[in-house]
């Protein structure tokens, strides 16, 4: 360090090292406000370029999977509409299973069982209109054209969840006892025809009770990636808080620390550059 010479007034050196230890702590002291200011401790990269960085990834996985989280709430949304419909459907079915074992009990006439088969001709186009009118945003989920779902629930590009819903088509077999589909059901005919129709109906029943069971464990899926996703995304928020975020307590402290640094260097400074003037006396 080099020391001044006070008969020598060109050049204060004290003054100038005053001036940079003063102009040193106004830079602390703004950074100190700006922190409190904004409450993060890393407000640009020259502040810490590799906490910064970090920062940023972490940011970009927290988006990521809060976008997630909606995705989820959407898919959710779409197996709801799914699992109503085809409750809807199971009311229907069980109704036609009543009518079934009504019209097989020989107290009633052809004329019942002609009024009963009209009921069943109803509740079919009844089903019919479900499998057609049954859709999320814009993308029908019961008539098969679009089985297969694929939901994006996580920030990466295997964090995939894969949903396929079966055709609920009454016209199709599978609706039905593999051979014939529930909307070929007659018990307005023959007595044998009657007892296929029950068999008919037992057969769609099963069938509409597995894939609702299916879409039941679909919901229970997604609620547990939801789960595991918001406690990740936590974890994440915390530990980008720790890099990023300002300690209040600490920053305040020095903020109080380069005030009273600025308030002694002022004074310093107005010191130094009064001390040239002491060269006068050697001229009087």
């Excluded at 509409?81 to 097989?104: H, L, P, Y």
């Excluded at 009209?118 to 945003?137: C, K, P, Q, S």
């Excluded at 996703?229 to 915390?238: C, G």
């Amino acid at each position: 360090m080099s020391f001044g010479d006070l008969s020598r007034i060109n050049t204060n050196i004290q003054s100038l090292r005053a001036y940079n230890q003063l102009q040193q702590t106004n830079s602390r002291l703004n950074d100190s406000q700006m922190r409190l200011a904004t409450g993060k401790r890393i407000n640009q990269a020259g502040d810490d370029s590799a906490g910064f960085a970090l920062s940023n990834k972490l940011e970009s996985r927290i988006r990521g999977q809060q976008q997630a989280q909606a995705n989820i709430g959407d898919a959710q949304s779409l197996m709801t509409v799914a699992e109503g419909a085809t409750n809807t459907m199971m009311d229907i079915v069980q109704s036609m299973k009543e009518k079934v074992v009504q019209a097989r009990n020989d107290s009633m006439g052809d004329d019942e069982r002609d009024i009963i088969q009209g009921h069943f001709d109803a509740m079919i186009e009844e089903l019919r209109d479900l499998v057609d009118t049954t859709d999320f945003n814009g993308v029908n989920l019961l008539d098969g054209t679009e089985n297969e779902f694929t939901f994006q629930v996580g920030a990466d590009e295997g964090d995939i969840f894969e949903v396929d819903l079966p055709n609920f088509d009454p016209d199709q077999t599978e609706f039905g006892d593999g051979d014939t589909a529930i909307s070929g059901i007659t018990v307005n005919g023959t007595a044998e025809e009657r007892t296929e129709a029950l068999d008919i109906i037992d057969g769609a029943i099963d069938f509409l009770t597995s894939n609702i069971a299916t879409i039941g464990d679909t919901q229970n899926g997604l609620s547990f990636r939801e789960q595991n996703l918001i406690t990740s995304t936590d974890n994440y928020e915390a530990a980008k808080s720790r890099i990023m975020d300002a300690d209040f307590a600490k920053e305040q402290m020095e903020l109080v620390k380069q005030q009273i640094l600025q308030e002694t260097g002022t004074a310093a400074l107005a010191q130094a550059n009064a001390a040239p003037q002491a060269v006068l006396s050697l001229l009087q």
